[in-house]
C-alpha cells in the first residue's frame, strides 16, 4: 500500500504502454517528451471502422432545417426539423435524439430486469436475485399502496423518542447511513494536496429548493416558488398523518430553518472554486467549529477513528449547523428531520405520495406533465443503488468488443490533438507548456465499465418489502462510500454505473470516463463514417479532455494535487481568455430577464469550445492524404459540424431552463451549439460564412483558450 505522502503515477507513454514513476523521475521523462513533441510529428493512429467507406452512413438529412442558414443559426438549421416533429413527451424535461437513446437504453434494461425477475433458479446473493427481486419489489405498486406511510413510522417513532439534542443528533447519524444528509453530509473526498489518499469530508446539505439562491433571491419566479414550496410541504405533512394546521405551521418552521442554513451556504458560482471548499481540519478544530454536535459519537457510529484526515467544505454553514443546534427547540428540529427523511423517500412511498412530490418537483419546477412509466422509474431506481450490479448484465448483453477498440483510438488521437494545441499557443511559455504536456500524459482513460465489479452479495433483498430494499440500497451505497476513508484512494472505481448515458472528467484522478450507455448513436455509430464520430462522440471526448485545463482543472496539477502549475503572466493571460467566454455566455438569454450566469456555466463552456477545436483537428488530421468523399452534398468538415448540432439539438421546457440557468453548469443546448461554433475560423471556413455573419464572432470578441 502506499502512504498518503508517495505519489506513484501511471505515465501513459505513446505506444500505450504504462509505466510507474515516482514525480521527479516521471517530470524528467516528460521533459524529454515535451521536447521530442517539439520537435516532431504526432503519429494518428486511424480509427478502425465497419465494413467499407461507402457501407457507412453520413449525418441524418431528416434532422435538417433547410430554411435556416447554417450561418445564421447553425442550431436550427442542424436539427431542427427533427425537434419540429419530435415533441418533448409529457414525461421529459428534455428531448433530443441523445435524451431519446438515454431513455432507449432503459428499454434494454427494462429486458434485463423481467428475465431477471422471472429468474427462479436465481442463487441468493448473484446479481440475477439481487436486481430482480429489487426491481419485482418495486414493480408490486399493490402492496407498496397498501403499506401507505407505514414503511417510514418506526423513523418518525425514533425521532419522536430523541428527548434532547445529544439524542437527536444519534438520529441524524442514523439517517446519514441511509443518505438523508441533513443538515450536513458526511462521506469520502480524494485529498486535493495528497490526491493518492482519501480523507473524511463534512459537506453542507439539508436544504430542499434547488439551491441556496430559491430561499434568499427576492424576484418573483424565487418569490413563487418559495410559496409553492411551503403549500408542498404542508400537502405532504398532510399526508404523513398531520392535521391541516399542524402541517401549515411546521412548513413554516421548515422554511425557517432551511433559509438559515442556505443564508450560511455558498452560492452556486463560490462552490465551483476548488479553494473556496478547501479547508483541511482536525477533529479538535471540528469540535471548535461545531461544539454543540457530539462529534466523538457521531465518529464512534461511522467508525472512523478520530485522527482521520479530514476537509470541512464550508466552515461557515457548519458554525450555523452548530448555532441551530444550540438555540433552535427540539421540537422544530424533530419537524425538520421528518421532513428531511419524507422529502428523500416519498418517490418510494404509496401513490399519494408519489404524486405530490412529482407535482411539486416534476411539474411545477421542471414543466414536467406526466410521471414515466412505473416500470421506468423502477428501472432507474435498480440503477442507482445496485448499478453495477445491472450494469454488468448490461455490458455483456449489449457493449461489443470493437466499440471499445474504436473508443479507445479516437481517444488517443484527441489527446495527441490537445497536445498539438497547447505545444501550438503562442500565448504560453514552454515551462507552462512542459507542465501542460506532464497533465497530458498521465490522463486515465475508463472506457465502458470496471474492471473490477462491485460485490452486492451481502445486501439484503427481498421481493416483498421495497421500502427496505431501497434502505439496504443506499445503505450499501453509504458503507461502500464511507470504507473508503483513511485509505489509498482506488483508482478502479467509478463516479457512473455502466448503462449511463453521459461521461466525466475527474481533476484529482485526471482521468475521462465514457461509461458503455453513452456509446451507441447518436453519440457513437459504429455504421457512421468518421465524421460523424468525431463531430459527436469527438466533441465529448475533447471536452472532457478540455475539463483538464478549464477556469476548474487547471488549478490541479498532473498528479491531481489542488496546486498553481502555471508562471504568472501565463495564468493572467489563461483567465483573460476565460473571461472572454463567461462573458460571451452571460448575454446568452433563455426570457427577456433571464440569461446564462457566464462564470457559473464556465468550465462546461471552456470544455465545449476546446472539445469541438480539438475533435475537429484531430479529425482532420485523420483523413490527412486520403479525404473521403463528400456525402449527400455535404463535405466531411461540414458533416463533423452538423453531427454535433444534431447530438446537442435539445428542445427543453421553459421550467426546466429556469432551473438549469439558475443551478446547472451546463449551458441550455442551443448556446452549447452555436456558443462555440461561432468562435471557430473553422467552423466559419467549412460553410463559407462571411465575417459579419451571426455565426462569426467579430474578430475582438472572439475566444480563444485552447
Not at 473521403?628 to 427543453?652: K, L, S
Not at 471556413?685 to 475566444?703: E, I, L, N, Y
Amino acid at each position: 500500500m502506499n502512504s498518503p505522502d508517495s505519489f506513484p503515477v501511471i505515465e501513459f507513454v505513446y505506444n500505450g504502454t504504462a509505466k510507474f514513476h515516482s514525480e521527479a523521475s516521471l517530470m524528467r521523462s516528460l521533459h524529454g517528451f515535451f521536447l521530442l513533441l517539439v520537435c516532431v510529428v504526432i503519429f494518428f493512429i486511424p480509427v478502425p471502422a465497419v465494413g467499407q467507406n461507402n457501407s457507412l452512413h453520413g449525418i441524418d438529412l431528416g434532422d435538417l432545417d433547410r430554411k435556416a442558414a447554417p450561418c445564421d443559426d447553425f442550431y436550427e438549421f442542424a436539427n431542427g426539423t427533427w425537434r419540429a416533429n419530435n415533441p418533448i413527451p409529457a414525461s421529459m424535461e428534455r428531448w433530443s435524439k441523445r435524451w431519446q437513446a438515454g431513455e432507449s437504453a432503459k428499454d434494454k434494461l427494462h429486458v434485463i430486469l423481467e428475465a431477471a425477475v422471472a429468474d427462479k433458479t436465481a442463487t441468493k446473493g448473484s446479481n440475477e436475485q439481487i436486481i430482480g427481486d429489487y426491481y419485482g419489489a418495486c414493480m408490486d405498486e399493490s402492496k407498496i399502496n397498501a403499506r401507505g406511510m407505514d414503511p417510514i413510522k418506526p423513523w418518525f417513532a425514533k425521532i419522536d423518542a430523541a428527548r434532547d439534542i445529544a439524542s437527536l443528533q444519534q438520529v441524524m447519524a442514523d439517517l446519514h447511513d441511509i443518505i438523508v444528509n441533513a443538515p450536513f453530509a458526511f462521506g469520502s473526498q480524494q485529498d486535493p494536496h495528497k490526491p493518492s489518499w482519501v480523507l473524511a469530508d463534512v459537506g453542507a446539505s439539508g436544504l430542499s429548493l434547488p439551491d441556496r439562491d430559491y430561499y434568499l433571491k427576492p424576484e418573483p419566479r424565487f418569490k413563487e416558488a418559495r410559496e409553492k414550496y411551503v403549500e408542498h410541504v404542508t400537502k405532504m405533512l398532510t399526508l404523513a398523518g398531520w392535521g391541516q394546521k399542524s402541517a401549515a405551521a411546521g412548513s413554516q418552521t421548515i422554511m425557517t430553518m432551511e433559509t438559515k442554513l442556505a443564508e450560511a451556504s455558498l452560492d452556486n458560482v463560490a462552490l465551483r472554486d476548488p479553494s473556496a471548499t478547501d479547508h483541511n481540519t482536525t477533529f479538535a478544530q471540528l469540535q471548535a467549529l461545531a461544539p454543540h454536535f457530539d462529534w466523538t459519537a457521531y465518529f464512534q457510529h461511522k467508525q472512523i477513528p478520530l485522527d482521520v484526515d479530514m476537509n470541512v467544505d464550508q466552515p461557515k454553514f457548519m458554525q450555523e449547523v452548530d448555532r441551530q443546534l444550540q438555540q433552535t427547540p427540539l421540537a422544530d428540529w424533530k419537524i425538520y428531520l421528518k421532513w428531511q427523511l419524507l422529502n428523500s423517500v416519498a418517490s418510494s412511498l404509496s401513490a399519494p405520495f408519489v404524486e405530490e412530490d412529482f407535482a411539486f418537483n416534476g411539474k411545477y419546477l421542471g414543466g414536467v406533465t406526466e410521471m414515466k412509466p412505473r416500470w421506468k422509474r423502477c428501472a432507474e431506481s435498480t440503477d442507482q443503488l445496485l448499478g453495477e450490479a445491472l450494469g454488468k448484465k448490461y455490458v455483456e448483453k449489449y457493449f461489443p468488443p470493437e466499440a471499445k477498440a474504436r473508443m479507445q483510438a479516437m481517444v488517443r488521437n484527441l489527446l495527441a490533438a490537445m497536445r498539438d494545441d497547447i505545444l501550438s499557443r503562442p500565448w504560453m511559455s514552454d515551462d507552462t507548456k512542459e507542465k501542460a504536456m506532464a497533465k497530458i500524459a498521465t490522463f486515465n482513460l475508463k472506457i465502458g465499465y470496471p474492471d473490477k465489479w462491485k460485490d452486492y452479495s451481502h445486501v439484503e433483498i427481498r421481493r416483498d418489502a421495497f421500502f427496505e430494499d431501497m434502505i439496504a440500497g443506499r445503505e450499501f451505497v453509504e458503507q461502500d462510500d464511507r470504507l473508503q476513508i483513511g485509505k489509498p484512494v482506488d483508482r478502479g472505481r467509478w463516479g457512473m454505473t455502466p448503462p449511463t448515458s453521459d461521461a466525466y472528467y475527474t481533476p484529482l484522478m485526471n482521468e475521462i470516463v465514457f461509461p458503455a450507455g453513452i456509446l451507441q448513436p447518436p453519440a457513437f455509430d459504429m455504421t457512421a463514417v468518421d465524421a460523424v464520430n468525431y463531430g459527436a462522440i469527438g466533441v465529448v471526448i475533447g471536452h472532457e479532455i478540455s475539463h483538464g485545463f478549464d477556469d476548474e482543472g487547471a488549478q490541479f496539477d498532473f498528479l491531481g494535487r489542488l496546486r498553481n502549475w502555471w508562471t504568472d503572466s501565463d495564468l493572467k493571460d489563461f483567465q483573460a481568455r476565460a473571461a472572454c467566454v463567461a462573458d460571451q455566455f452571460d448575454h446568452y438569454y433563455i426570457e427577456k430577464d433571464i440569461h446564462h450566469n457566464g462564470k457559473l456555466v464556465l468550465g462546461e463552456s471552456i470544455g465545449d469550445l476546446g472539445g469541438a477545436k480539438i475533435a475537429f483537428l484531430a479529425y482532420e488530421k485523420s483523413i490527412e492524404g486520403k479525404r473521403p468523399a463528400d456525402i449527400d452534398g455535404f463535405t466531411p468538415e461540414q458533416q463533423f459540424f452538423i453531427a454535433w448540432g444534431q447530438f446537442r439539438g435539445d428542445e427543453i421546457r421553459p421550467e426546466a431552463q429556469r432551473l438549469m440557468v439558475q443551478g446547472d453548469p451546463h449551458p441550455i443546448a442551443k448556446f452549447r451549439v452555436i456558443g462555440p461554433l461561432s468562435n471557430l475560423p473553422e467552423f466559419q471556413k467549412a460553410w463559407s460564412c462571411k465575417a459579419d455573419a451571426p455565426m462569426v464572432r467579430p474578430a475582438d470578441k472572439r475566444c480563444d483558450v485552447w
